[in-house]
């Protein structure tokens, strides 16, 4: 199993364009969440969402969004890049909580706005 | 709103020694608990998970235990190596949360 798999792995924007990070997993997870983890302020949550076609804002969604057309996929849009979006962009899954809910990690998306 | 806390943000010791590494939350409705490791430049990997019923479990040379009424869980690490050398990072989910909360990690150092 590939298990977490994000793309792409490193991206460099300049300020104000727009893009998209996917999230994939096969483990056939309901609870799917974005993360961004910035030096001295550990992980925050951006965005999450308990199934397909469900989302719900996080801890920092400003100037993000998010869909989950299908179970194993996750996407987060940055639609117009700030400078303070630089940072490493995780996605995780897990089982509905009910299930022990153990938090599965991507490898991370390393972004970087000029 | 959940608050989690580790200290120290950094720790060096020798290779050989024991350790514990402490993780602690304001708020005792969890569901769970979790411990990471991440290395420079890479994801997180689960290390263990303690249910809220659970004092305790054990994977080979770690150990992780919750005292949910103190708000606190301590890892421990019997026998470090240098290959033990990582960021260490907990984590709580809230009964009432989707998400979980995470510390900001522990720097560990295992000098040869």
């Known amino acids: 199993n590939a298990g977490v798999t994000q793309t792409p792995k490193f991206r460099v924007l300049k300020t104000g364009q727009s893009m998209t990070l996917l999230c994939a997993q096969d483990?056939?997870?309901?609870?799917m969440y974005w993360y961004r983890q910035d030096p001295g302020m550990g992980l925050r949550l951006i965005h999450y969402s308990v199934g397909e076609g469900t989302t719900a804002k996080g801890e920092v969604p400003d100037g993000y969004n998010v869909s989950r057309l299908k179970k194993q996929n996750f996407l987060l849009g940055l639609e117009s890049a700030a400078p303070s979006q630089t940072s490493v962009y995780f996605c995780a899954s897990s089982y509905w909580r009910g299930g022990a809910g153990e938090l599965f990690f991507g490898e991370g998306s390393r972004l970087t706005v000029l | 709103k959940q608050e989690v806390t580790q200290i120290p943000a950094a720790l060096s010791v020798p290779e050989g020694e024991n350790l514990v590494l402490n993780c602690s939350f304001t708020d005792s409705a969890i569901y769970n608990l979790q411990w990471f490791r991440q290395d420079p430049g890479k994801g997180l990997t689960s290390l263990l998970l303690i249910q809220s019923s659970q004092r305790e479990q054990t994977s080979g040379r770690l150990n992780a235990s919750l005292d949910k009424s103190s708000g606190r869980s301590t890892l421990y690490i019997a026998a470090s190596q240098p290959g033990d050398s990582a960021t260490y990072l907990c984590?709580?989910?809230?009964?009432?949360?989707?998400?979980?909360?995470f510390g900001a990690g522990t720097r560990l150092t295992v000098k040869p």
């Open positions: 483990m056939n997870h309901e609870y």
């Open positions: 984590a709580v989910r809230g009964y009432n949360n989707n998400d979980m909360r």
